[in-house]
């Protein structure tokens, strides 16, 4: 089968690294060799722009010099780690893509959505998730799970209306991308979380086949 890409959403505390590292262990189990790729991040550049972008220290940060960067680690992504990844036939299993700038950037901070379409069409182009899996839950509950003795970090340390923005935006954009973007609950256990995510590759594995055939 070609490569395919697939993408994990979803507000802090829903695991979505947690998720995206087992979905490809178990695809590489499946015989389909699978690549993890992280926004911001995964990329020298993306790294020393997640930095930047998590630093507690700078804020309040411009939303649109915030934005800005989020698609500059993109860029850095989609060149060095998801292009070639998917030109070599591996999948790819992405922590976070677009649509976090939507839910987070605009829904959440108030960019207008017109700027976040004009670096989507800019940045992104015509690359897109073939199946896009948001891991939704309540924000308190993923914030819960956050909590601890460590140090939060700038987006963390952000309000709970602010992260009841960005599910509705997460959710507002899975219902109007209802083809190519399923909703998880991932406010159950890690067991059953897990099982789901499965399933739905699992059928979409099938229904390619099928298409394909």
Known sequence: ?????????????????????????????????????????????????????LDPGISPMPPQAEVLLMFAARSASISEVI??????????????????????QAYGRGVPIEHVRALDRQIVGKLRPDLTMILDAPPEVGLARKAG???????????????????????????????????????????????DLVAAVSQFLEEKAVHDG
Do not use: N
């Open 83 to 104: 292009l070639p990844a998917l030109e070599s036939g591996a999948w790819v299993v992405c922590d976070r893509f677009v649509e976090s700038s939507y839910a987070y």
């Open 149 to 195: 003795p460590g140090k939060r970090d700038r987006f963390e340390q952000e309000s709970l209306k602010f992260f009841e923005r960005v599910r509705e935006g997460y959710l507002h954009r899975a219902e109007a991308g209802a083809d190519r973007c399923i909703v998880v609950d991932a406010s159950r256990e890690l067991a059953e979380v897990r099982k």
């Open 1 to 53: 089968m070609t490569a395919r890409f697939i993408v994990l959403e979803g507000v802090e505390g829903t695991g979505k690294s947690t998720h995206a590292a087992y979905l490809a262990d178990w695809l590489a189990k499946q015989g389909r060799p699978a690549v993890t790729a992280r926004e911001p991040g995964g990329t020298p550049l993306g790294e020393r722009l997640r930095a930047l972008l």
